[in-house]
Every structure is written in C-alpha cells, then in structure tokens.
C-alpha cells in the first residue's frame, strides 16, 4: 500500500496535469446532472473562451514575430489536416456497426485543431504561436472542407450551415484569442502573470473535461467506438510526431499538439448537423480522450525538456 501510495504522489508530482484532468473526467462521470446542466447552458463555450484568453496571454509577441518562418510545416500540418485526417476518422469508424455512433466517429477527422492544444502546448514549452496559427488555419480549412465531405458522406441528405459555425468560433476562439494576445502585448504587468494564466489555462482544461464527461452515458455499444477513437488518436499522433520529426523541439512540439488533438466541440456540431443530434454522443468520449492524452503528453513532452 505505502510502494502504490509513493507511486500515485510521485505520479502527480511529475503530471499535475495529467492527474488533474483524470480527477476531473472521473468527477464528471460521477456527478452528471448539475454539471450537464452547465454543459447545456453554455458551460462549454465560456469555459473554451477563458482558455483561449488565458492561453494567448502566456504567448510572448516575440514568437508571434517568428510565425512566418515556420510557414512550411505548418502549411504541411493544414493540408494533413484536411486530407488525411478525415479519409482516417473515416477508416477506423469501419469498426463500429452503421448507424449514429459510426456517423459521429467519422466527422472526427474534419474537425480543426483542438482549442486546448493552444493551452497545452505551451504547457509543454512548445511554440504557442504556431499552435495558435494552425488553429486559425485549420478552422478556415474545416470550414471550408466539412460541408462538400459531409454532404458525399451522407449520401447529398447532409445540412451544414458554415455561417453559424463561423459565428461560434469567432466569439469562442477569435475574439478571446485577440484579446489575450493585445493585452499581453500592450500591458506590460501582463508579461508577469504568466504562472496566473498557465494556472487558469489548466483550470479551465479540467473544468472542460468534467463538463464533457457528465454527457457521456456509457453503454456496451461504445466498446466499438471507444476502440475506434483510440486508433484515430494514435493514427492522428503518429502523423503528428512524423511532420515535426526534423523539426526543433518546441516546434515538433506544436505539430504533434495540434495534429493529435482535434476540437471535439465543433466535432459534435458538425456531426448534429449533418447526421442528427444521436451522431454527436461519440465526440463526448473522443473530448475526454483528447484532453487526458494533450495534459499527458505535455508532461511527458515538459520532463524531457528540462532534463
């Protein structure tokens, strides 16, 4: 007992994250009725936008001045992004049985990057700024891309309306993600209240996992999906780790973040949209997988780096 009591105190203190977020996904699955009502009323997104604020306020100008240099893996990281990132989401949704759970496994692949891989790159002293930008890309990209897929991939029945999910991410991440960048740049107290901002990032990636958690209703049907889910996230991190595998650290980084960690949110909208409300249960589970790997990988990534 004493050895798995050490094990478990040495395991939080090497991933606070990691151990804060498995805490959290627990919590959620465990108390779901107060915290799904927070969910459904918009819980989500405040929270999403609290994060991208804090996170852009640990994002040092001096990195956004280098972002142009690095505009060939991120060019390469949008275009995977958009090409095999969906034709994968939509192999490993072949193992679940036809019907809603398939239909939301497969919109996985055309969502963009995941708004806390901002937040958790930086945790892990990776290049914030090119996280930040293929952010914005790949949601222009998803724009773009999801209705014309969507609409093959449902036999031409698909409704996806881009203007309103223009609008939700232009409060949730544009706005926000502007905000923090001005102030850190025009304040200068605000160059000091990094360790406050990585803080509340990490806060609000919690609070994120226990409001997704509490809308999971497991059953012997997600074994398939859970399965499915798993191979994308590892599909989607090997092609992560292979664009940033010449690349600087904290850049290699930023690629392996973005690329692995997809948003579930919008994920669960576009699948709604184009498949029916049933369709968006799998992005509950895929939203506390992607957070409990992006905290995980984080620490991993942030020990390698101080050693």
């Known amino acids: 007992m004493r050895a798995l009591l050490a094990r478990a105190r040495s395991l939080a203190a ?25 969910a459904g009323h918009q ?18 100008p001096a990195e956004l001045r280098r972002l142009p240099a690095a505009w060939r893996p991120a060019l390469a990281a949008l275009v995977v992004g958009v090409t095999v990132l969906p034709a994968l989401s939509w192999a490993v949704s072949r193992f679940v049985a036809a019907g809603s759970l398939r239909d939301g496994v497969l ?4 969502a963009p990057c995941e708004i806390a891989s901002v937040a958790t790159t930086a945790m ?28 093959l991939e449902a036999g031409g029945q698909a409704a996806v309306h ?21 102030v850190r740049a025009r304040v200068p107290a605000a160059a000091r209240a990094g360790r ?61 973040l973005t690329t692995s960690m ?6 669960a909208g576009l699948a709604a949209a184009a498949f029916g409300p049933a369709a968006a249960a799998p992005l509950g589970l895929y939203g506390i997988l992607v957070l409990v790997w992006g905290t995980a990988a984080a620490g991993r990534l942030r020990q390698r780096r101080e050693r």
Do not use: C, K
């Open 14 to 38: 090497g991933y606070p994250e990691f151990v804060l977020v498995l805490a959290a996904a627990a919590l959620g699955l465990s108390v779901q009725p107060p915290l799904a009502w927070l």
């Open 43 to 60: 819980g989500i997104s405040v929270l999403l936008a609290v994060l991208v604020f804090a996170t852009a306020l640990t994002i040092d």
């Open 124 to 151: 892990a002293g990776g290049e914030a700024a090119l996280s930040a930008g293929l952010l914005i890309g790949s949601t222009l990209g998803a724009i773009m891309v999801a209705g014309p897929v969507l609409s």
């Open 262 to 267: 997809r948003d579930f949110a919008i994920a």
């Open 196 to 256: 406050a901002a990585s803080v509340t990032a990490l806060v609000s990636v919690a609070a994120l996992v226990a409001l997704i958690a509490a809308e999971v209703h497991l059953s012997g049907r997600y074994l398939g999906v859970a399965a499915a889910l798993l191979a994308f996230l590892a599909g989607s991190a090997l092609i992560g780790g292979l664009l940033g595998y010449r690349a600087a650290r904290s850049r290699a980084t930023a690629l392996l």
């Open 162 to 182: 881009p203007g309103g999910i223009i609008a939700n991410l232009a409060l949730v991440v544009a706005l926000p993600l502007a905000a923090g960048l001005l």
């Open 107 to 110: 919109v996985v692949g055309l």
